[in-house]
Every structure is written in structure tokens, then in C-alpha cells.
């Protein structure tokens, strides 16, 4: 027993986790409901019947939704949680209630703080709990089952508010946002230090969670107690799906838990006035707190000064060498956490034991409070093997905020206060750099790509040069640069350009990353189009036939993808688009996807990757094989050329069914076939066929039946027997006589360009070939 009767100890744990199906809502747990059986179980431990009075300052974990920028309450919320917990409890209303800030690290950094003030006399008793119950609203959510989570208990709290301040407008602008995407980008930094492979680091991250998952199998607390093999881990399945390269489903935290955890922490004096027998008591031997700089501003993405600070100062503090460490719980919500502890400690995280819990992914991430079941988790253990010292790391924000205990039953002699021994001044000794938002070209340090159900849907990169670093994220919609990132084996250390506008940094062209993208393009699976390529010809075939080749989302994303690689293939001339059967060639929006409710976004490049298209510089061509209504009109008025079957038919039907042509389809008809008419065609919604399209100069010919391929194609071969140059010259001014709306200027375009014209080898050698009569010989430069 310690002869400073002041010296804080931690007297009663309590834990609870329910497995609710969705089957009865009168079983579903809430929020509240687990908070309040935690402080049951963590005031049964003590065993004082008097304790539940001597509660003088409750801190609350700040729960999930109070910590997102906008609220997620489907059921209703409470408007002072902590005070519907304080109601809720068994315990005498507290002096003192805190609402904590946002932050893995919090429970920790709770108990650091609540230690001090017992060891100073301010207080003599404190609660710390916390509880999520995500998993059991998302059930309800899937179910349609109605929960009510609402509470108007109010009272006067201390509340620290989230306190988000570990992420800036800069990384917010260029790619930052989301922790799976964040921690991906540093974890690729680390595979890049560590000079493994793709498949390498695979196996490594599925080590690492393979060992939590069989602690998590024996821990009666966890959510998702199962032991999942490091062969499972290490491929991606359809229950094992990618997240962010280069983590699957289960390297990452999972957050649909119903969890709830309390510690009770008092002074040894007080302990031994409530009766808390000896055999409960555990001591705080050292601790730490410190946080790091912003992720763009750290020197090197692959390690966390802070984490090595935080683990350093507290086993120091307590006295202690790393080998002197028995159990650890590393905070593990995505592995490159552990992996950093483990260099910090000496230890193969793939074979030592790095958590007393499971870990988030297996364990549960219970949001802000795990780390609270990490410190209740280490005092049973500590309580078992009384001659053992437990550490505890806590992190908040990405890699951002770290608290670190030290833990054992050994009694602890005295305390010393570390608050005044900060830690910031090395965090703040580091290397500086400017934040670049310029074009430029660097070195690639860490990127990842982001994934839904339709493939990458979101990447972003950190890179270094000369005059600082820079955040860029890849050009809106550009899945085939995203395509190119996910694909390439080692994108850090590759040097690459970056485009900045509007206020952003991007990167826009996927050769860069050394990737052979055209090659690629062609080669590929499409659900919803096929591809041909005839020489400098490619051939876009939309490939939904038994629904009228109508488009909806992912359809639209295909095309968009194959309309940037056409636009960047220096090889390809020109394109043609039409549909599949003989039916149809595009009955515009899927009116059954948008019925149902299903995903109907489309890219910026807009409907069919095609309509919004404004700064096209090659030339399409539609080949009308029948039906092009709605949407499907709408790309015929987006291309440059048309030729249609002779049973080809043409309407801009949206006002029937209560919408309007919203693609562009207005203002295209007006230019092309003049108000009037264009007023007709719209109000009326009505059919032209072929003749009359053809008269209307909807299209530019009709082909014998059956032959509208051949028609573009020969078209197309004939556009592509001139100069390449010259016809990108001649789009980008046609083009420029409507964006300019002025004449002068876009006569002054013409000019300017056919002075860039004139200085291209395909100028020189068209004249060459003119005058020495033979075929000139393009070389599109």
C-alpha cells in the first residue's frame, strides 16, 4: 500500500456489449441504457454499497454523433447526454459534470487529468464512461424498426465541445476528410519505408489484425468475437472488400457496436473510508499526453513523433523500460498505429500481443470511449498478475492526439504531476515547410484511393519538392486516373505533375503514374459498354440492349472513364458512339433505377461521361441505330457528327413524365435547329423521325438500313485521314465562337491558334506532302 494517501487508483470497471438482431425493438440497446448498466457493473466492482453517494465529478466520453460536424439522430437525441446519464445512474447527482471533446485519446487523457485532481485535493471520486450503440441503429435503420433514443434532461455541464482541430481547409480542399482515407495515405508512406510489395504489406496488415482477432475471440465484451485467419485477412473478398488502399474491411476499425464502458478512480484514502478492498486497486505509475502537428505538416508521413513522445515519456516517467511492459492495448483502429508502437517497443505485432481487448476491428471501435474498455480490460488483468505493469495508448484524431498510461498493482509511493512537463516543444522543433497550391511537379511520399461499390471513387496524394510540400487530389470524376493510382505497384517516388485551379491541387493524367492506361482502357471488363478500337478509331458500344440502353449511374461513370482516356490517347482521333440491338441506341435516364430510388449521380462530365463535356478537342460521332429519346437525344446534340438508321426515331419526351432535358439537351437544340422549332420539339415532347431530323440538321446523313456503322465508319475514316492537330484546331474554335459570345474574340482565337498551328510538324508535313503529291504521313504533334 502506497503511504500517500492521495495517490489516485483506479477502484471499479464495468463493461457491457449487446448483440441485438433487430428482431424485437423493446430488446434494442441504447446509448443511454448501456452507459447506465456500465456504471452498475463498474460501482458492483468496487464492492462499496456506499460509493454510488461519493461520486463528486462525472466525466462523460463524448458520444459519436456529438462529435460529427452534422448529427446523425434517426431516433431521436438527447439534448444533454451526460445529464440523461447522471439521471439515469444509480448515483447521487456529481458536483461536476464533464462532456469531453472528441478524441480517441480522451479516455486516457480523462483519467491523466482526473488522477491530478485527486492527487491535489480538488476532488476525492470520479466516473469516466462512455457507450455507442451504431450497431444497433444501423439495424434498426435496415429493419425499419423505430427506436426512441430522445431525453430533454438537462443539468449544468462542463461541455468541451469537439474541438476538430486536428485537420485544416488546405487538406480538407485536397483530399483529406474521411479517417479510412487519411490513414491509408500514411500507411502507404510506411509500406514505402518498409520497401514491401502490394501483396507483401497485405500480409503484414493481416498478421497484425489476425493476432487481435484471436484475443478479441476470448474477450466476452466483443462485438465481433471470431478469429479470422491471415490468409481471409490478406485477400479481398466480397466479406472482405477494399476500403481505401490498402486496407480491406477488416484492417479498419469497425463502429457498428453496442458497447459501454466505466472506470471509478478515487485516492487510496477514500478507498480504504468506502471499504474498496486492496485487491481492486490499481495505480497510475506514469503517463503522458501530447499532440502532433497537422498530417501535411509532419515531416514524414511514415512515422508519429508524438506516438514515440507519448510511449517514451510515460514508461520513462513510471520508471520503467519497455521490456518491463507485460500487457499492452495499443490503440489499433488501423494498423499502421500498432506497427509504429511496436517499433517504439521493440515488438513484432504480428506475434506479440498488442491488445488486451481485440482490438477496434474485432473488438469493437466504440467510437471516442474504446480506449475507456482498454483501460477496464488492463485492470482485470492487472488484478490477476498483481506483479505485472500494463500500457495503455490512446489516440485521437489521424495519428493527432496521443495519451499513454502506465498501469500495475504495485503500489505506487508518490505521485508527480507532469502537466507542466510538456512535450510540444520537440513536436514544434520539427522541420517546416511551405504548403504548395501552384502547378508543379514532386515526388510522391503517400496516396490511396477510396472505394465504393462501383470501384475507386476517390484518391488523393502527398508529394515533396524543392520548395515544399504538396496535397493533391485526383481530377473530379476521373476514375481512370484513380484507376491508375489504385494499379500502380510503388507510386511513392515517382515524380509527377500537378494541375492547380480554382483553389485546388490535382492530378490529372494517369501515365504519369506508369500505368499503359490507353492499353488499359480497352482491355478492361465494362458492365454497361463494349469498346473497339480500329486504328485511330475507337468505338463505344452501350451495352444495355433489353433495357433500351438506357443509362443510370454506373453507366454513366463507365463512359466518363472512356471519354478522358480517349481525350489523353495520343493515338486516338476519333470516336464513335451507338447502342446495342437493333432497337435502340439510347433511351436516355433509367426511369426504373430512378423509380426504385437507386443511384442516379452522374460525373462532372455529365450524362454518358459526354454532355457536359465542354473542352472536348476530338471529334464523336453518334451512329443512331434506332430509339434516342431523352438522354439519348441529348447525346446525339452533344457530338459533333451524326448518321442514323433510317428507322430512327428522336423526341425530348422529359415533359411527359413531369422533368425537362436537363443535360443540355435546350440549349443544344436551340443552336442547332433554331428557337421555333426547338420550342416545339421541348413543350411538345414529341417524335421526329430520320427524314425529318436529317431536315432539322439533328443529323448530318441517313444510311441504307442496316448499315449506320458502316456510314461512321467511313466518316470517321475520312476525319481521321487529316491532320490531327488541325482538327483539334478546328474543334477548339468552333467551340470558342459559343463559350467567347463575341466575334472579335473568337476571330482573335483563330488567329492565336493558327499561329500554334503553323509551328507543328503535322503543318509542315501536310504542306510537304501537298507539294511533293503524296499522303502526308501524321504524327499528331
Known amino acids: 500500500m502506497s503511504k500517500n494517501k492521495n495517490i489516485p487508483i483506479v477502484v471499479g470497471v464495468g463493461q457491457v456489449v449487446d448483440h441485438w438482431n433487430g428482431a424485437d425493438p423493446a430488446e434494442a440497446p441504447s446509448p443511454l441504457g448501456l452507459a447506465t448498466e456500465s456504471i452498475a457493473r463498474a460501482l458492483a466492482d468496487t464492492g462499496s454499497s456506499d460509493l454510488h453517494r461519493a461520486v463528486d465529478t462525472l466525466a462523460v466520453i463524448r458520444a ?16 444533454n447526454f451526460p445529464a440523461a446519464i447522471a439521471q439515469g445512474a444509480e448515483i447521487a447527482p456529481p458536483k461536476q459534470i464533464i462532456y469531453s471533446s472528441a478524441g480517441g485519446e480522451q479516455p486516457q487523457s480523462l483519467v491523466n487529468e482526473l488522477c491530478r485532481d485527486i492527487a491535489n485535493g480538488c476532488i476525492r471520486t470520479a466516473m469516466i464512461v462512455g457507450s455507442e450503440a451504431n450497431a444497433a441503429l444501423k439495424n434498426a435503420l435496415k429493419r425499419g424498426v ?24 488546405y487538406e480538407i480542399a485536397n483530399g483529406i476528410g474521411l479517417p479510412p482515407s487519411t490513414y491509408a495515405a500514411m500507411e502507404e508512406a510506411l509500406r514505402a519505408r518498409l520497401g514491401m510489395t502490394k501483396s507483401e504489406y497485405l500480409d503484414y496488415m493481416a498478421g497484425i489484425c489476425s493476432a487481435m482477432s484471436k484475443t478479441a475471440a476470448q474477450n466476452p465484451f466483443a462485438q465481433y468475437p471470431q478469429i ?11 466479406k472482405n472488400y477494399p476500403i481505401s488502399d490498402p486496407y480491406l474491411k477488416w484492417h479498419v476499425a469497425q463502429d457498428a457496436v453496442n458497447q459501454g464502458s466505466a472506470l471509478i478512480l478515487t485516492s487510496v484514502e477514500h478507498a480504504q473510508e468506502l471499504g474498496i478492498a486492496e485487491d481492486k486497486w490499481i495505480y497510475l505509475h506514469g503517463y503522458s499526453e501530447v499532440k502532433d502537428r497537422l498530417v501535411s505538416e509532419r515531416p514524414d508521413l511514415s512515422r508519429s513523433l508524438a506516438l514515440e513522445l507519448a510511449v517514451t515519456s510515460a514508461i520513462e516517467r513510471a520508471g520503467l523500460s519497455a521490456q518491463d511492459i507485460a500487457y499492452r492495448d495499443i490503440y489499433s483502429c488501423f494498423p499502421i498505429v500498432v506497427h509504429l508502437a511496436a ?4 515488438l513484432d505485432p504480428t506475434h506479440d500481443e498488442m491488445t488486451v481487448t481485440g482490438g477496434l476491428p474485432f473488438f469493437g471501435g466504440a467510437g471516442n470511449n474504446y480506449s475507456t474498455h482498454g483501460i477496464a480490460s488492463l485492470v482485470e488483468k ?49 522541420e517546416e515547410f511551405p504548403l504548395l497550391a501552384q502547378d508543379c511537379e514532386a515526388e510522391i511520399e503517400a496516396y490511396t484511393v477510396r472505394h465504393n461499390r462501383h470501384g475507386c471513387n476517390h484518391g488523393y496524394l502527398f508529394a515533396r519538392n524543392a520548395e515544399g510540400r504538396v496535397m493533391a487530389s485526383v481530377e473530379p470524376d476521373h476514375r481512370l486516373t484513380m484507376q491508375a493510382l489504385h494499379e500502380a505497384e510503388s507510386p511513392v517516388g515517382r515524380t509527377v505533375k500537378i494541375t492547380h485551379r480554382d483553389g485546388k491541387n490535382y492530378l490529372v493524367n494517369p501515365h504519369q503514374l506508369g500505368v499503359p492506361m490507353s492499353d488499359d482502357f480497352l482491355s478492361r471488363t465494362y458492365n454497361y459498354i463494349e469498346l473497339k478500337r480500329d486504328g485511330h478509331i475507337l468505338e463505344i458500344t452501350l451495352n444495355r440492349p433489353d433495357s433500351y440502353n438506357a443509362l443510370f449511374s454506373a453507366a454513366h461513370f463507365e463512359l466518363a472513364e472512356v471519354f478522358d482516356a480517349f481525350e489523353q490517347d495520343q493515338e486516338l482521333w476519333v470516336a464513335i458512339i451507338t447502342g446495342a440491338g437493333e432497337k435502340a441506341f439510347c433511351s436516355g435516364n433509367d426511369l426504373k433505377v430512378t423509380a426504385s430510388g437507386g443511384d442516379m449521380s452522374v460525373p462532372d462530365s455529365g450524362f454518358a461521361g459526354l454532355c457536359s463535356r465542354t473542352n472536348r478537342e476530338k471529334p464523336v460521332i453518334a451512329a443512331v441505330n434506332g430509339v434516342a429519346m431523352g438522354g439519348g437525344l441529348e447525346i446525339v446534340l452533344s457530338c459533333d457528327l451524326a448518321v442514323a438508321e433510317p428507322s430512327a426515331t428522336f423526341a425530348l419526351p422529359e415533359v411527359k413524365v413531369g422533368l425537362f432535358a436537363a443535360a443540355g439537351g435546350i440549349q443544344r437544340l436551340l443552336r442547332q435547329v433554331g428557337e421555333k422549332k ?12 430520320a427524314t425529318e431530323a436529317q431536315g432539322l440538321g439533328l443529323i448530318n446523313s441517313i444510311s441504307e438500313k442496316g448499315s449506320v456503322m458502316d456510314a461512321a465508319r467511313a466518316l470517321a475514316q475520312t476525319i481521321a485521314t487529316n491532320s490531327p492537330t488541325s482538327v483539334r484546331a478546328s474543334k477548339r474554335v468552333i467551340t470558342g465562337v459559343d463559350a467567347l459570345n463575341d466575334w472579335d474574340a473568337a476571330l482573335a482565337l483563330s488567329k492565336a491558334e493558327i499561329v500554334s498551328l503553323l509551328q507543328t510538324k503535322d503543318a509542315i508535313e501536310g504542306v510537304t506532302a501537298f507539294a511533293q503529291k503524296r499522303k502526308p504521313n501524321w504524327i499528331n504533334g
Open 228 to 238: 479470422m485467419t491471415r490468409e481471409f485477412l490478406a485477400q479481398p473478398s466480397t
Open 678 to 689: 426547338a420550342m416545339e420539339l421541348i413543350l411538345t415532347g414529341r417524335k421526329v423521325d
Open 343 to 346: 517499433e517504439i517497443l521493440g
Open 64 to 79: 459519436f454523433t456529438d462529435s460529427l460536424r452534422t448529427p446523425f439522430d434517426p431516433f431521436g437525441k438527447a439534448v
Open 146 to 169: 423505430t427506436l426512441n433514443w430522445a431525453s430533454e434532461v438537462s443539468a449544468d455541464i462542463e461541455d468541451r465541445g469537439p474541438k476538430i482541430d486536428f485537420i485544416s481547409a
Open 382 to 430: 492487472l488484478r490477476d498478475d498483481r506483479e505485472a505493469y500494463g500500457l495503455v495508448i490512446a489516440n485521437g484524431g489521424f495519428i493527432s492526439k496521443q495519451a499513454a498510461g502506465v498501469y500495475s498493482a504495485i503500489a505506487a509511493q508518490d505521485w508527480t504531476d507532469h502537466a507542466k512537463d510538456s512535450l510540444q516543444d520537440q513536436i514544434q522543433a520539427q
